[in-house]
């Protein structure tokens, strides 16, 4: 691989970087998470989490729930927040786009929830770089995979591949690059 070569992404992680982007429109205090459902390498919907469509956002009013001090979604019961999964496929059904047999690209690992929502939207490959699930709820994750029902991979985006996005983030893109 020539050096030129070495900072382009794979497909997985060019979309984890996607979700990563799509992780700075979320609108909880909590836990800013991002998603995208690809399938034949063409992204076909994005979600994030955050405060149900039409009501007011969480960083908005600066707070979850009035009257309770902690934003933590461990800790409340429920979450307030949609999650980014549900978000995702909830954009693809609103535009007639079909899951089955998509892949699902998500910056913290799906709750136990989001993973049998992902389950029944037929999307088989889940792609997560943050670890979330604890104790029993492994042990359901577990099951899932055993039975086949859906495949998870943690990756991570190297640093240099992150680099060279931050650069195109930053900086006009149409200008010559130095070869």
């Known amino acids: 691989m020539n050096d030129r070569e070495k900072d382009r992404p794979t497909w997985d992680q060019y979309f ?4 990563k982007l799509a992780a700075t429109r979320s609108t909880c205090l ?6 995208v459902i690809a399938k ?3 992204v076909v919907a994005t979600g994030y989490n955050g405060s149900p469509s039409g009501s007011v956002h969480c960083t908005a009013q600066g707070f979850c729930y009035e009257d309770l001090s902690s934003c933590d979604a461990s800790k409340i019961l429920p979450s307030r927040a949609v999650h980014a999964e549900a978000n995702a496929i909830a954009q693809a059904a609103r535009h007639g786009i079909s899951t089955e047999g998509a892949t699902i690209y998500v910056t913290l690992e799906p709750c136990i929830a989001c993973l049998k929502l992902i389950i029944s939207a037929g999307i088989k490959e889940v792609f997560y770089e943050t670890d979330f699930n604890t104790g029993e709820k492994i042990v359901v994750r577990d099951s899932f995979v055993a039975d086949k029902l859906v495949n998870l991979h943690k ?3 190297p640093i240099n591949v992150a680099e060279k996005a931050r650069q195109f983030l930053i900086a006009p893109i149409s200008l010559k690059q130095e070869l």
Not at 16 to 19: D, K, P
Not at 30 to 35: D, I, L, R, Y
Request: hydrophobic residues 60%; charged residues 5%.
């Open 16 to 19: 984890m970087m996607i979700a």
């Open 40 to 42: 034949n390498r063409q």
């Open 30 to 35: 909590a836990f800013p998470v991002g998603a």
């Open 155 to 157: 990756i991570t985006v």
